[in-house]
């Protein structure tokens, strides 16, 4: 069964270096997003991407936070400069089409800021 | 706004033991509801769903049931096994704003024993 995979599992970084994340959605989904999860607190959304451009964001997703989805299979998240409360699991997700389809999403990547 | 509330737990229980955990929610609009589980390591899986007032979400033993009268989707099962140790996230999605993101209760960690 097809699936979403996320790269990497989990990411140690400096705060203040940037990072990227990197998720491969479903193939023939048209709808992308990005939630979060920081430990012991509910999953959180971030952002949504559908045809090429920000459908909505979260009051979380400031200019720190950008997406892309640079070549039709990826889907990134990039976080500018990264702050010791940006450590999270990091969930990507997709799906076909509107009206509720179920979002279908990877396994997390965990982000560390020392 | 959309919010979800459900058991916290964690909560432990003998094989075969029944199960329920309670989510209600406030919602505008008509939202689809969903369940979702979170086996250890891995990332959220999608466990049933229901999308309109009195349909059954079924799947692997576990049952849902839309209440709009109580705005609830407690989610039972009958028999668990060892194997249904997990954390379990009820969620609920909207076509207002046009992005359908999930909203999510905080999750309830389930460990079965033998």
């Known amino acids: 069964e097809p699936e979403v995979t996320q790269t990497p599992s989990h990411q140690v970084t400096q705060m203040g270096q940037e990072v990227i994340l990197r998720c491969v959605p479903i193939?023939?989904?048209?709808?992308f997003y990005w939630y979060r999860q920081i430990l012991g607190q509910k999953v959180e959304f971030l952002v949504s991407?559908?045809?090429?451009?920000?459908?909505?964001k979260s009051e979380i997703f400031d200019d720190q936070f950008s997406v892309e989805r640079p070549d039709g299979s990826n889907f990134t998240l990039k976080i500018r400069s990264t702050k010791l409360e940006d450590s999270a699991m990091y969930f990507c997700a997709s799906k076909t089409g509107p009206f509720n389809q179920p979002q279908h999403f990877g396994d997390g990547t965990r982000l560390s800021i020392l | 706004g959309n919010s979800v509330t459900q058991m916290e737990g964690p909560v432990t229980l003998s094989e075969e033991a029944f199960l329920t955990i309670n989510c209600t929610y406030t919602a505008t609009g008509y939202p689809s509801l969903f369940w979702y589980v979170q086996y250890p390591g891995e990332g959220l899986q999608l466990l049933l769903k229901a999308t309109k007032a009195d349909d059954k979400g079924s799947n692997k033993g576990f049952e849902a049931t839309y209440r709009k009268e109580t705005t609830s989707f407690h989610l039972e099962k009958g028999s668990v096994q060892v194997s249904d140790s997990a954390v379990y996230f009820c969620a609920l999605s909207t076509t207002q704003g046009g992005s359908e993101k999930l909203v999510f209760g905080k999750g309830m960690k389930l460990t079965v024993n033998p």
């Open positions: 193939s023939n989904h048209l709808y």
């Open positions: 991407f559908y045809n090429n451009e920000i459908s909505e």
